[in-house]
């Protein structure tokens, strides 16, 4: 209590400027706090545990919401006012419906720390190859624009036809001014789709489109699909109805889709049709997930076969991350690595006919 009587008295104004978590300081702390809660500490003395171990600015912060939980204030909002990651707050937001949140605090936070993982991987996989491109353009415009023409003049002089690597140099010249404009292009098109239409479209209808793109919808499609199966799990395990879990659904804020989902999937429910056929109508589902929760209902362990289904969708996130970037950077150094042979050769060989030529 004394740490908490001394940061309100010296952090008045470190509450009003808010600091900015990271998506990995965001993890990290609602893991521990799991792991808190699994030991048997209430979450209020989670929190207050967890003081100890953060940097001042966010001790600050999180003794105010300390403050806000113990008068009442739900968990999740206080994340929401700490700007916590959508996910994270939802994962929290049905924790708090379900009563697991030990287990859904450290679920949700390790699926995040594996998602920034990923990401932190992909940039380092990319940087380097990016410098490579950005270098070997500068090089290619170099040698196109100047080293080649000098020698084709004298080609043409000696009547020399151009070797294989120069026409392949003289080709990626020509063909980089429509590249460029036609990536301009699609960017400007696309930003244009983005604000005009696509921002506008209920959140529904934004993910069916989301997971049609070649590729990445495939990912997006597990995703979704891990997130329903694992949050339905945990409230049917709770004791809860399909129907009442859907209505918790409807009442999540935080989460525009699983907000329209469930507002959707109970009007359907009401109409009489089975959950598993109404989750046809939504493609941003894996075809599975209606196997999943066919035979869930046939043997009566439906929140069982969801959340081992959910694991299953992750396990194939993962592995399908990791293929996708072992693919991408030898993709990259082949390119540029033909790039950089073709430059040299195109200003070798023709070095070669000349000597031969003496």
């Keep these: 209590m004394a740490i908490l009587k001394k940061l309100s008295m ?5 509450i009003m400027k808010k600091c900015k978590w990271s998506l990995q300081e965001q993890s990290h702390f609602l893991k521990r706090t799991g792991e808190l809660l699994t030991r048997g ?3 209020s003395e989670a929190l207050e545990s967890l003081l100890f171990q953060l940097p001042e600015n966010k001790k600050v912060e999180v003794a105010k919401s300390l403050a806000d939980l113990r008068e009442g204030y739900p968990f999740y909002q206080i994340l929401a006012n700490l700007k916590f990651n959508p996910n ?28 920034d993982k990923d990401f ?5 996989l990319l940087a380097y190859p990016l410098l490579l491109i950005f270098i070997t353009a500068v090089l290619f415009i170099f040698v196109e624009n100047v080293i080649l023409p000098r020698f084709s003049s004298l080609f043409l002089s000696m009547k020399l036809k151009p070797n294989f690597f120069t026409k392949v140099i003289y080709f990626f010249g020509d063909i980089l001014p429509f590249l460029i404009t036609g990536a301009c292009l ?10 005009l239409k696509f921002r506008n479209y209920t959140q529904i209808k934004q993910k069916k489109i989301l997971v049609s793109i070649p590729i990445i919808g495939y990912f997006f499609k597990l995703y979704y699909t891990h997130y329903f199966s694992v949050q339905i799990s945990y409230l049917l ?22 907000k329209e989902l469930g507002k959707e999937m109970k009007i359907s429910l009401r109409k009489g049709e089975r959950l598993e056929d109404i989750l046809l109508n939504y493609p941003f589902f894996e075809t599975e997930l209606l196997h999943i929760i066919r035979h869930g209902q046939k043997n009566g362990k439906l929140d069982q076969e969801l959340f081992f289904f959910s694991r299953h ?6 592995e399908r991350t990791e293929k996708l970037l072992k693919t991408i950077q030898p993709c990259l150094y082949l390119l540029i690595g033909f790039l950089i042979v073709s ?12 000597l031969e030529g003496i």
């Excluded at 010296?10 to 470190?14: A, C, N, S, V």
């Design 41 to 43: 500490y209430p979450l």
């Design 120 to 124: 932190e991987q992909l940039k380092k």
């Design 10 to 14: 010296t952090g008045g104004y470190l």
């Design 237 to 258: 395990a709770s004791g809860l109805s399909v129907h009442e879990a859907l209505s918790l659904f409807e009442k999540n804020d935080q989460q525009p889709l699983y």
């Design 88 to 115: 994270l707050i939802g994962y929290v937001y049905f924790a708090e419906q379900h009563g697991g949140l030990a287990s859904a605090f450290k679920d949700g936070s390790e699926m995040m720390l594996k998602r």
């Design 343 to 354: 430059m040299y050769l195109a200003v070798l060989l023709p070095m070669f006919h000349l």
């Design 313 to 318: 969708c992750l396990n194939l996130l993962e």
């Design 186 to 195: 699609f960017f400007f098109v696309f930003l244009c789709y983005y604000f």
